[in-house]
């Protein structure tokens, strides 16, 4: 029985159907029993490396994942950490924005108020400078006032009233605005009524004088071509040659720059103020029918009445 079992075992290349089917039960069971341990270890070993590199794969699937995830969440963190500086820096842009445009309107309110200011005080500059011409102005008329006073006190014993005693000398000069202006021959005439005739200014004090008196007196506010007083000087018999009322030539004349022209038939002088001026550049030629104020002199005599 021995024999024939090992017979089929060892004999595989005979491959006879019936004796296979037709053999004894029992004898078929053994052969299988002895054939499929070894096979089954195989399977098992196979089964084991598949299953070791599946959980290998596994692991490494896992712990890819775990790195993949970690890198995600560590992103995610890092984009929150991002999102939230962005707000911070959005609400301390606004916040500085907002701290411009504040800052920016009180500079502007700051910039009125200064320009404000300077206005107030160029209108202050020019009050001021007002001031300081009408104080200069009313200083000049004191010290005119002051100096005239020895000069009345004498003329009120020598000269007729409203006249003016210089260097013993008496003169009649209107100064108020008030004073209708005239004609050279009709300044003359007034002078005349007074036993006196039109001022002869021939020499260099007088002329200081006489320059210091009206110029003190003038009034800005008038035309400066209105500002003047005749003299009794004239070139009407001969043009160009200056006579005095006595005949006198004119040695020397003080006129302004460019005069006398005889621009328009100016036959008859005057002298004008001149503030700031040179005081020896003061006469200008002009038509003896030209409307100004004039000066009279006359000697000092006791008893003149007006």
Known sequence: MEDKTYNKLTCPDESNDDISFNANPDEQQVSLTMVRPVSLVNHQKVLTVILS?????????????GLYYSNLTDGERIINDIN???AKLKQAYKIAIDEKM???????????????TKWELDHQESRNEEYKKDSDNILS????????IPLLEEGCRRCLPRWILINSVCYYIPFSENTPRRSWEQSRDYCKNFGADLIEINSRDKQLAINH???TYYDSSVHYGASG????????????????????????GFWNYGEPNNSGNEDCAAV?????KNPFKSWNDAPCSHMLKWICEKAPGFGDTA
């Open 53 to 65: 590199v599946l959980a290998v794969i596994l692991l490494s699937v896992n712990i890819g994942l």
């Open 141 to 148: 008329l004191i010290t005119g006032l002051k100096s005239h």
């Open 272 to 276: 004008y103020p001149t503030p700031k």
């Open 229 to 252: 007083f005749w003299i009794g000087a004239r070139d009407v018999e001969e043009e160009g040659l200056w006579k005095w009322l006595d005949g006198a030539p004119l040695a020397e």
């Open 213 to 215: 008196l009206i110029t």
């Open 102 to 116: 504040e800052l920016k309107k009180e500079l502007a309110q700051e910039a009125n108020l200064q320009q404000l």
């Open 84 to 86: 939230a500086e962005v």
